[in-house]
């Protein structure tokens, strides 16, 4: 379901940041930073669709 899905995301945010926190070497902080984007923009659009306030079903 999708409210298991956005714990998913969630867990998976908080995950990131803390190896975000660990992270030394400055390509692996980009490579994770871009994972947390990506990772954090799901979640978006997962809760707005949950919220109704964006039609999850494709324009055409």
């Given at each position: 379901?999708?409210?298991?899905?956005?714990?998913?995301?969630?867990q998976?945010?908080?995950?990131?940041?803390?190896?975000?926190?660990?992270?030394?070497?400055?390509?692996?902080?980009r490579?994770?930073?871009?994972?947390?984007?990506m990772?954090?923009?799901?979640?978006?659009?997962?809760?707005?669709?949950?919220?109704?306030?964006?039609?999850?079903?494709?324009?055409?």
């Amino acid at each position: 379901t999708q409210g298991d899905e956005t714990m998913t995301i969630e867990q998976h945010i908080e995950e990131l940041r803390a190896e975000l926190n660990n992270a030394c070497d400055a390509v692996e902080r980009r490579e994770i930073q871009t994972e947390l984007e990506m990772a954090q923009a799901e979640l978006a659009v997962i809760t707005a669709e949950q919220d109704g306030s964006v039609d999850a079903e494709p324009p055409f």
